[in-house]
Nanobody
Framework: QVQLVESGGGLVQPGGSLRLSCAASGSIFRLYVMGWYRQAPGKQRELVATATSGGNTDYADSVKGRFTISRDNANNTVYLQMNSLKPEDTAVYYC?????????WGQGTQVTVSS
């Protein structure tokens, strides 16, 4: 089993920044992919950004140029730096990791962008 602890969500004004963190612990073999997804009210969960153990990253078009995903492989932690936040970024953000061959989800952290 792998446990994920997320932190960093909150309320921020449009144009502001937040940094999310997700730390993995437990029976870790290889965290092949670590990433972030989000789900807004009434919408399906969608990919925000992912990063592989080899350093490849992928972003949703809606966050390119504003969000940056990074990994601290030594500490099994993934970060999401979110800049220039918009009201449409409001959602519950979930950490997802692939510990081959299993997939784990975090409990979610609320991000609200509002004036």
């Amino acid at each position: 089993q792998v446990q994920l602890v997320e932190s960093g969500g909150g309320l921020v004004q449009p144009g502001g920044s937040l940094r999310l963190s997700c730390a993995a612990s437990g029976s870790i073999f290889r965290l092949y992919v670590m990433g972030w997804y989000r789900q807004a009210p009434g919408k399906q969960r969608e990919l925000v950004a992912t990063a592989t153990s080899g350093g490849n990253t992928d972003y949703a078009d809606s966050v390119k140029g504003r969000f940056t995903i990074s990994r601290d492989n030594a500490n099994n932690t993934v970060y999401l730096q979110m800049n220039s936040l918009k009201p449409e970024d409001t959602a519950v953000y979930y950490c997802k990791v692939v510990n081959v061959p299993y997939t784990y989800w975090g409990q979610g952290t609320q991000v609200t962008v509002s004036s």
